[in-house]
């Protein structure tokens, strides 16, 4: 089993469309939780950290449930912009320290049409 | 402040060849990290770095070695490349973790694209 795992997609979706993207991860130690956006043959960059209470940016929302490992991002209100690759990110504890190492997931391709 | 800046951008090697990628950060980071991207598998660490003169090996660090000898920069050397070595490499940056910022944002580089013949 991958240590983080996403649905690779693609999801096409219509500007204005809600969309909403899941991901596993298989190590209960986990501590700190991302969602990182990607374009196409470009570098990774934070899109938002996930807390355990869930959080809100603008017309991003991400959520954490600690008991099932999974974590999920919507995006309300799809933007032509909003098309690129996002990549689910955990980081593992190992042996009591952890120098933010983090695990990605393979990412969810999402495109958004007119 | 350009952040972090990877040369070269592009490279094709001969298998057998070496050469070294050269990865710099101007923020001051503790933390940096060399990964590799390949369709289907996601972004894997080979090698990271908490702080000057010292590197620590990843998830997949085998034909790779890296150097730390000054904070700002961060080298990744192939000494004899292979076909599988065919990758988009990534280096990152980030904070030390207690500095008053998420040790685990992590800043990325443009990437170099390294294909191996």
């Known amino acids: 089993r991958k240590e983080v795992e996403q649905d690779p997609g693609p999801f096409n979706v219509p500007e204005g469309a809600t969309v909403a993207f899941n991901c596993t991860y298989s190590n209960s130690a986990s501590q700190s939780f991302f969602w990182y956006r990607q374009d196409c043959r470009k570098e990774p960059k934070l899109l938002m950290s996930v807390y355990s209470s869930g959080n809100e940016d603008g017309r991003f929302t991400a959520q954490l449930n600690r008991a099932s490992q999974y974590i999920s991002l919507l995006i309300r209100d799809s933007k032509l912009s909003d098309s690129a690759t996002y990549l689910c990110?955990?980081?593992?504890?190992?042996?009591?320290?952890?120098?933010?190492?983090?695990?990605f997931g393979q990412g969810t391709i999402l495109t958004v049409h007119p | 402040n350009a952040g972090v800046t990877q040369t070269p951008k592009f490279r094709v090697l001969k298998t057998g060849q070496s050469m070294t990628l050269l990865c710099a950060q101007d923020?001051?980071?503790?933390?940096m990290y060399w990964y590799r991207q390949d369709p289907g598998m996601g972004l894997r660490l080979i090698h990271y770095?908490?702080?000057?003169?010292?590197?620590a090996k990843g998830e997949v660090p085998d034909g790779y070695n890296v150097s730390r000898l000054k904070k700002q920069n961060f080298l990744l050397g192939l000494e004899s490349a292979a076909p599988s070595q065919t990758s988009v490499y990534f280096c990152?940056?980030?904070?030390?973790?207690?500095?008053?910022?998420?040790?685990?944002?992590?800043?990325f580089g443009p990437g170099t694209r390294l294909t191996v013949t």
């Open positions: 990110v955990v980081n593992q504890r190992v042996g009591g320290t952890s120098y933010g190492k983090l695990t």
């Open positions: 770095s908490v702080g000057e003169g010292t590197t």
């Open positions: 990152a940056s980030s904070y030390k973790a207690g500095q008053g910022a998420n040790a685990y944002e992590q800043y």
């Open positions: 923020m001051n980071h503790e933390y």
